[in-house]
């Protein structure tokens, strides 16, 4: 089979489309690459802290995705500059993201070039797979639907080694916690992952016998693996996303499966979930969002600046973030910071509601109703290298800005196919 060529003549305007823009080699290397940021969070090495999925994971996607995603941004760069900054939300992304990087000189513990490099590495994972959803939509949605059985494959392994297999953190093991690998070692971070993985999976719409017992099979797996974790939080945003796809879908076989999941959480939670959270009760977080709101109160402006470190402290209890997105994200940068990243996860939200008729925008509703609920309760941390938090956050906006130029992609070729009817003979 000859070797597709990439068309080298892009014309401004044109809509984005991997087979168009890149040689086929260089696609499936970036398809690739997504697919391993994704699923590498699991399977990747463990590194010395809890936090750090393992150098090995980030020096591979420096080959797998920066480089062929470098590679289609140049090829393409004007294309990519006039949406991103030809969108509101492409132009807040830009504020927030510029605003966090100046932040960082009066930061405590803040190197400059550091979060230089992590705002270009969000906009460039923002604005490659928001043109994969707007140019190749059906290949975005297969590319969600291997992440999540790669994921699926990796819960079952981390479930079947768990009681002989030796963890840093001894506490997890004897509160039977289970945890993954790499980024997912805890429990709560790998439970907010396979969580939204479950939410962007029920969504997906597949044809084939097979697929669909992949789908049925992997659902079940990650379902089991976030039970075991024992994260409240991540039942809470499941049971609250599910519920909102009942509520929203347009599809009967959309709202049979968001009442099937839905009805199977509540049998889990009222036969031993319910006593669990009643014996943790609220694990210390009223009192630190008080404390989070004195350290607010302290700089309430300019923030500590981002990459600072701060302590919050109950009892004998000591915490290195306030487990609230937006409360941790105004420590960092300020309320005026806040308030722009609050306004950017807004236009998502809203977006998505008006695309909950198609499948994709299913995925980004269930995944954006998810990850508000998650960022209530831990997930700080949004301006750091790929990470469970770093997806929660970035890859909504992502399929929200592609979804948006998909439209206006339509819209401008219906104009010019008017305009070739309506020309005189």
């Given at each position: 089979?000859?070797?597709?060529?990439?068309?080298?003549?892009?014309?401004?305007?044109?809509?984005?489309?991997?087979?168009a823009d890149l040689p086929r080699?260089?696609?499936?290397?970036?398809?690739?690459?997504?697919?391993?940021?994704?699923?590498?969070?699991?399977?990747?090495?463990?590194?010395?802290?809890?936090?750090?999925?393992?150098?090995?994971?980030?020096?591979?996607?420096?080959?797998?995705?920066?480089?062929?995603?470098?590679?289609?941004?140049?090829?393409?760069?004007?294309?990519?500059?006039?949406?991103?900054?030809?969108?509101?939300?492409?132009?807040?992304?830009?504020?927030?993201?510029?605003?966090?990087?100046?932040?960082?000189?009066?930061?405590?513990?803040?190197?400059?070039?550091?979060?230089?490099?992590?705002?270009?590495?969000?906009?460039?994972?923002?604005?490659?797979?928001?043109?994969?959803?707007?140019?190749?939509?059906?290949?975005?949605?297969?590319?969600?639907?291997?992440?999540?059985?790669?994921?699926?494959?990796?819960?079952?392994?981390?479930?079947?080694?768990?009681?002989?297999?030796?963890?840093?953190?001894?506490?997890?093991?004897?509160?039977?916690?289970?945890?993954?690998?790499?980024?997912?070692?805890?429990?709560?971070?790998?439970?907010?992952?396979?969580?939204?993985?479950?939410?962007?999976?029920?969504?997906?719409?597949?044809?084939?016998?097979?697929?669909?017992?992949?789908?049925?099979?992997?659902?079940?797996?990650?379902?089991?693996?976030?039970?075991?974790?024992?994260?409240?939080?991540?039942?809470?945003?499941?049971?609250?996303?599910?519920?909102?796809?009942?509520?929203?879908?347009?599809?009967?076989?959309?709202?049979?499966?968001?009442?099937?999941?839905?009805?199977?959480?509540?049998?889990?939670?009222?036969?031993?979930?319910?006593?669990?959270?009643?014996?943790?009760?609220?694990?210390?977080?009223?009192?630190?969002?008080?404390?989070?709101?004195?350290?607010?109160?302290?700089?309430?402006?300019?923030?500590?600046?981002?990459?600072?470190?701060?302590?919050?402290?109950?009892?004998?209890?000591?915490?290195?973030?306030?487990?609230?997105?937006?409360?941790?994200?105004?420590?960092?940068?300020?309320?005026?910071?806040?308030?722009?990243?609050?306004?950017?996860?807004?236009?998502?939200?809203?977006?998505?509601?008006?695309?909950?008729?198609?499948?994709?925008?299913?995925?980004?509703?269930?995944?954006?109703?998810?990850?508000?609920?998650?960022?209530?309760?831990?997930?700080?941390?949004?301006?750091?290298?790929?990470?469970?938090?770093?997806?929660?956050?970035?890859?909504?906006?992502?399929?929200?800005?592609?979804l948006a130029w998909r439209v206006?992609?339509?819209?401008?070729?219906?104009?010019?196919?008017?305009?070739?009817?309506?020309?005189?003979?």
């Amino acid at each position: 089979m000859p070797m597709t060529k990439a068309n080298n003549s892009v014309t401004p305007g044109q809509r984005f489309h991997l087979q168009a823009d890149l040689p086929r080699w260089v696609y499936g290397w970036l398809l690739l690459g997504m697919w391993w940021l994704l699923v590498g969070l699991a399977a990747s090495p463990v590194g010395d802290k809890v936090w750090n999925p393992g150098k090995p994971y980030h020096d591979s996607l420096i080959v797998l995705f920066i480089a062929p995603a470098l590679w289609w941004v140049w090829k393409r760069r004007g294309e990519f500059g006039r949406r991103l900054l030809g969108d509101i939300d492409g132009r807040l992304l830009l504020v927030f993201l510029a605003w966090a990087s100046l932040s960082s000189i009066w930061a405590n513990y803040g190197h400059v070039g550091d979060m230089f490099f992590n705002a270009v590495y969000i906009v460039l994972f923002v604005i490659v797979w928001a043109a994969v959803v707007a140019g190749n939509p059906l290949w975005f949605r297969r590319l969600l639907f291997w992440a999540a059985i790669g994921l699926s494959i990796v819960a079952l392994g981390a479930m079947t080694i768990f009681p002989s297999r030796v963890l840093h953190t001894l506490s997890w093991q004897t509160e039977g916690r289970v945890v993954a690998f790499g980024a997912l070692d805890n429990p709560n971070l790998a439970a907010f992952a396979y969580g939204a993985a479950i939410m962007w999976l029920t969504q997906i719409a597949v044809r084939t016998r097979w697929m669909h017992v992949l789908q049925t099979l992997a659902l079940v797996v990650m379902v089991i693996f976030v039970i075991m974790t024992d994260c409240r939080s991540a039942w809470l945003a499941i049971l609250v996303a599910q519920g909102c796809m009942l509520l929203a879908a347009r599809h009967g076989h959309v709202k049979l499966r968001a009442l099937v999941i839905l009805a199977l959480s509540l049998i889990a939670v009222a036969f031993g979930g319910w006593q669990y959270v009643k014996e943790r009760g609220m694990s210390y977080r009223p009192q630190i969002f008080k404390q989070a709101w004195g350290w607010i109160e302290q700089h309430p402006w300019r923030g500590l600046g981002e990459g600072s470190h701060y302590t919050i402290q109950v009892a004998d209890q000591l915490w290195t973030h306030s487990h609230n997105v937006f409360t941790h994200t105004a420590i960092m940068v300020g309320i005026p910071g806040m308030l722009v990243f609050v306004a950017l996860w807004l236009i998502v939200g809203w977006r998505a509601w008006l695309f909950r008729h198609i499948s994709t925008g299913r995925c980004l509703l269930a995944v954006w109703v998810f990850a508000t609920v998650a960022f209530q309760f831990d997930a700080p941390e949004l301006m750091q290298k790929p990470s469970v938090e770093w997806f929660l956050g970035w890859l909504p906006l992502a399929m929200s800005m592609g979804l948006a130029w998909r439209v206006r992609d339509s819209k401008c070729r219906d104009s010019q196919r008017r305009g070739r009817t309506e020309m005189p003979a």
